[in-house]
């Protein structure tokens, strides 16, 4: 709960909320603890980018919020209302059209053998049943225009159009029934770099004219940087740190999150000499079905210590001023001690 | 306002011209096999024969009661083209017949059995892992389980051997087969991600099945429909050469075969018309097969 109130810095309201989320899958092996209790919130009119590396659980974050899958403990709201354990077949029709989904792959997000009209028309028949046909052909071409498509696109199949043309064609389907918060589930990362960027500047257009929330999941601190306004580094299962991405990117706090940064790849000198020292990319995520005990990043991480080996570290509050930073690691345990 | 309507027009016209191309490309991809043209033809030629038999059939009276016992046994010639049988009866008229016959069962079997054995596929499918699934493919594993030509031939003993009960049999050992490949392939597609793209929209259940699962899937279904038409024609001339489908002088094809193997080997032409038949349909709706997997398969 702590949290929850101090991130409250912002005047805008909250969209989302996540307090404690847990998603766990029973498998023959064990439980996977795929989500371990994890709590944030998404601002009106916010891009929040939650990044980790595969098998962070940060998919399943998306999932859950989707509702194809139910939460197992802890809980989702929107807009204050309960939706963690709602199945997505049982919300109703209004919540359906507020949140809204685009997939990680173009490829396998369209039918294929759906024309970009069909695609994007089912989208107006159920939440605007009322339309006529022409009104529907115009909202449709409205909507292909908006994110960059020309008309000439309608008749086409997936199969016939370009990684880039078919995100934006997800993206007119999701924003078709005019939603107010979108899950944008590593939306470029099967797409090629020019793609990529009409992609992103689509997405920013779209929050500038309409004040829409992202939620971004992704790997690529790249993106991250372009778009978002917060960041969210999960590892396991859990959020190690929270904190504006200007100051996730010049300052980073957490191992894991230096780790990360250190990672991008870079061209020249000065751009290496950027990177955060002192961490070098080691081991890989262990498993989610026995996480090691106290802090779960300390088997990779360099300055482990004897407690990060027996206790989880707390989150811990390194705001400065109105930024809220928050950070999951004994090494600034004392730090925060000292300065209450 | 204008400008606008001129646009929709427009639109309109572009969508049937884009249908139009498609079947177009399809068409190519059928017809650049010789053999599925091939296939086509016979198909075509004999549907028609079959179709107007009344017409083609040089002597339509012999397809039933009719007997003339000066002209019996007589071999192949221009007046008789496969000869004539033990009555008297013109044979090539006779398995012009025999082919309305074929086909009637075909279009019936294939007709109750493809949308049949379609839904419940389906529906299993879909809600692989509910109650409804484990009822709808363990049923289908019963029938599965069982031999299809002793299931038939079972089938026709209790009811009365006839052409409708016949028809009975082959369906009831049909529907399992679509819809156990129905429910493997529904079950592969139905966490695709366009699937729950549709769903995060609020499409129904039964929506999602017929208009964005099936049409993904309606290759195969129909390939394996025209393929499984050859195998209806077989087995329903087994049933009937066994004596429990159509009776004499019913004009099918396995009866046919059944009636003259009597007279094998002095008079060995009666049962060259009807063996041709039924080798000649089976032929036709194989070609015909691999032609429409070839356009499904380009898409």
């Known amino acids: 709960m702590a949290n929850t109130d101090i991130e409250k810095g912002s005047e805008h309201p909250i969209m ?21 209790g994890i709590s944030l919130n998404v601002f009106k009119g916010e891009t929040l980018a939650l990044v980790g590396e595969s098998g962070s659980g940060k998919t399943t974050t998306a999932h859950v919020i989707l509702g194809r899958y139910i939460a197992t403990e802890g809980s989702v709201l929107y807009k204050n209302i309960e939706i963690g354990h709602m199945p997505l077949i049982k919300r109703p029709l209004w919540l359906r059209r507020e949140i809204q989904i685009v997939f990680q792959d173009p490829a396998t997000s369209l039918n294929p053998k759906k024309t970009v009209k069909d695609i994007i028309e089912v989208a107006i028949k159920i939440h605007y049943p009322k339309l006529s046909k022409l009104d529907r052909v115009e909202r449709l071409l409205e909507l292909l225009r908006y994110v960059g498509l020309t008309e000439d696109f309608l008749f086409k199949l997936p199969g016939e159009l370009g990684g880039g043309e078919k995100q934006l064609v997800a993206l007119a389907r999701a924003l078709a029934t005019d939603p107010k918060f979108l899950i944008l589930d590593e939306p470029t990362s099967a797409l090629d770099v020019s793609a990529q960027s009409k992609i992103l500047k689509t997405l920013l257009n779209i929050q500038r004219d309409r004040r829409l929330s992202y939620i971004l999941i992704t790997h690529d601190l790249a993106v991250v940087r372009n778009i978002s306004h917060r960041v969210a580094v999960m590892y396991l299962g859990k959020i190690v740190e929270k904190a504006p991405t200007e100051e996730l990117f010049s300052n980073p706090l957490h191992p894991y999150t230096r780790m990360l940064l250190s990672s991008i790849p870079t061209l020249t000198e000065e751009e290496s000499k950027l990177l955060p020292k002192g961490i070098e990319s080691t081991g890989e995520i262990a498993s989610a079905i026995n996480p090691p005990p106290g802090c779960r990043f300390h088997p990779r991480c360099p300055y482990a210590m004897d407690i990060c080996k027996k206790m989880e570290p707390p989150d811990i509050n390194v705001s400065k001023g109105s930024k809220v930073r928050i950070v999951k690691c004994w090494l600034y345990a004392e730090e925060s001690k000292t300065k209450l | 306002m204008s400008s606008k309507d001129i646009d929709i027009e427009f639109i309109l016209k572009k969508e049937r011209e884009m249908k139009r191309e498609r079947l177009k490309r399809a068409w190519f991809r059928f017809k650049r096999s010789k053999l599925a043209l091939t296939g086509l033809s016979i198909f075509l030629a004999l549907l028609i024969a079959a179709t107007f038999a009344d017409y083609v059939a040089p002597y339509p009276k012999h397809a039933g009661t009719y007997v003339n016992f000066k002209e019996r046994f007589q071999p192949p010639s221009l007046k008789h083209l496969f000869g004539t049988d033990h009555l008297g009866r013109d044979i090539f008229s006779r398995v012009i017949f025999g082919l309305r016959l074929a086909f009637l069962m075909i279009g019936i079997v294939i007709s109750i059995v493809l949308p049949t054995g379609t839904v419940l596929g389906l529906i299993a499918g879909y809600y692989k892992g509910r109650w409804i699934e484990h009822i709808i493919m363990r049923l289908a594993d019963m029938f599965v389980a069982l031999p299809p030509l002793i299931l038939a031939l079972s089938i026709c003993a209790i009811l009365e051997p006839n052409i409708v009960n016949a028809m009975i049999a082959v369906t009831l050992m049909w529907w399992p087969w679509y819809t156990r490949m129905v429910y493997s392939m529904t079950s592969a597609l139905r966490n695709e991600p366009y ?85 000649i349909i089976i032929m036709a709706f194989n070609l015909l097969g691999d032609g429409l997997r070839e356009v499904f398969a380009g898409e």
Do not use: C
Request: aromatic share 10%; charged share 15%.
């Open chain 2, 195 to 279: 699937v729950w793209a549709v769903r995060a929209l609020g499409m129904r259940d039964l929506s999602i099945m017929f208009k964005e699962i099936l049409p993904n899937i309606l290759g195969p279904i129909l390939t394996k429909a025209t393929l499984d038409a050859a195998w209806v024609i077989l087995i329903g001339a087994a049933i009937s050469f066994l004596g429990l489908g159509a009776q004499p002088p019913t004009p099918d094809l396995g009866t046919m075969v059944s009636e003259y193997m009597t007279y094998f080997p002095k008079n060995w032409w009666m049962i060259l018309g009807p063996v041709l038949g039924i080798a």
């Open chain 1, 16 to 36: 989302l909320r996540l307090k404690n989320l847990k998603k766990y899958f029973p498998t023959s092996r064990g439980t996977v603890k795929a989500v371990d």
